[in-house]
């Protein structure tokens, strides 16, 4: 089985056949308490069993291969926070792991993490992942990312991962994307930022 610690009383769901093999890649590890991303105050382990439950009731992502499996958001945790007027901001020119470019990132100095209030988990599929070598085990899907909210409102996908993934650059999975979408999420994004 290629789920670690399954207990045996967790049904097995999926693409109408039996469905057992989720790791958490490397990539999503990054996304700890320390960090300034969002994250889930649990255990890597406790994760995996909740996503696995829920994995019945995923919707798809941005493209094939990629689904988004929501979770209750008790324990997790919101690395973005919505700018004033009063915000006093950092800014970073690094990579988001190494390999990759740098960028510029703008983030709130002094902010902390809040209680999320809406959680959506990404996975990516193996094959998706092999398009850009970026697979972490062998596994059939991967958590890629914990994408949690500080409010109800759907999240957009940053604009710059949206132009990573398009032009098919180091990190990105290939996805097309309307000019409607390249829009709604610059503005969504103009007046958010991460944690420091």
């Not at 057992?20 to 991303?37: C, G, L, M, N, Y």
């Not at 406790?46 to 990629?66: C, I, P, T, W």
């Not at 988001?96 to 990516?124: D, H, S």
């Amino acid at each position: 089985m290629g789920f670690h610690q399954m207990d045996e009383d967790v049904p097995a769901v999926g693409f109408g056949k039996k469905y057992d093999d989720i790791a958490v890649s490397d990539f999503v590890k990054r996304q700890t308490p320390e960090s300034k991303f969002s994250h889930f105050g649990g255990t890597w382990d406790e994760l995996l069993k909740m996503v696995y439950a829920n994995f019945s009731k995923h919707r798809q992502g941005y493209r094939d291969g990629v689904v988004l499996v929501s979770l209750d958001p008790a324990n997790f945790f919101c690395g973005m926070v919505q700018a004033t007027k009063d915000t006093k901001f950092k800014v970073k020119f690094e990579p988001r792991r190494e390999g990759e470019a740098p960028f510029i990132q703008v983030l709130a100095e002094g902010a902390t993490k809040i209680p999320a209030k809406r959680v959506e988990i990404v996975l990516y599929r193996h094959d998706v992942l092999m398009e850009g070598k970026e697979a972490s085990s062998e596994a059939e899907w991967e958590i890629i990312s914990v994408n949690a909210h500080p409010t109800e409102e759907e999240e957009k996908m940053h604009p710059l991962t949206m132009a990573r993934n398009y032009l098919c650059l180091k990190g990105g999975t290939k996805g097309d994307y309307t000019a409607r979408q390249f829009a709604e999420s610059i503005i969504y994004w103009s007046d958010k930022c991460s944690c420091d």
